[in-house]
């Protein structure tokens, strides 16, 4: 690659990185090109796996602001870029790496905070933020129908004493 080449994919890669919201890096060897093109496919629309040299995206990473990612920079790596729900992409990766031995998860960025290999394997195994706000929506609503009850009861309860009380008092009568 002559140099032009390499400023245009470096600063191709420095964009990926300020918009991205995690970063995922792989290694892809042995992977073949239909497997490559089923992950990204099974990544979705609002992220990218890519393919470039370590050194043009350590230089990327850097002019990105991204510091730590050099130790994950050996070998051949891809960077999966994601935009919107990081754990989602992890828990892909993960999978994916479970039926093809080849992907190797080298580490990742997310929040501010470089994860080695294990640190982005335990990031798939968090909820995603749409499990996590239907089991809010579920406790809430149960919370919700305990308390409907609980109101409910007490009328409901305070009528038949009401009520016990008006017949003892006709017995008695």
Do not use: C, H
Request: aromatic content about 6%.
């Amino acid at each position: 690659m002559k140099r032009p080449e390499k400023e245009a994919v470096v600063a191709q890669l420095t964009d990926k990185f300020r918009n991205a919201d995690a970063i995922y890096l792989t290694e892809y060897r042995g992977l073949t090109v239909p497997q490559i093109s089923e992950l990204r496919e099974k990544l979705g629309r609002d992220t990218s796996y890519t393919v470039a040299k370590n050194t043009l995206v350590r230089i990327a990473a850097k002019e990105a602001g991204i510091e730590g990612l050099d130790e994950l920079l050996a070998g051949p790596t891809a960077v999966t870029f994601v935009k919107g729900d990081f754990i989602e992409a992890a828990k892909t990766l993960r999978d994916f790496a479970k039926t093809n031995k080849a992907l190797i998860i080298k580490g990742g960025f997310a929040d501010g905070t470089v994860y080695d290999a294990e640190g982005a394997k335990k990031l798939a195994d968090l909820k995603s933020r749409p499990q996590l706000l239907a089991e809010f929506a579920g406790d809430i609503k149960a919370t919700m129908s305990k308390a409907a009850y609980l109101f409910n009861a007490l009328p409901t309860k305070a009528v038949r004493t009401i009520d016990a009380l008006r017949e003892k008092q006709e017995k008695a009568a």
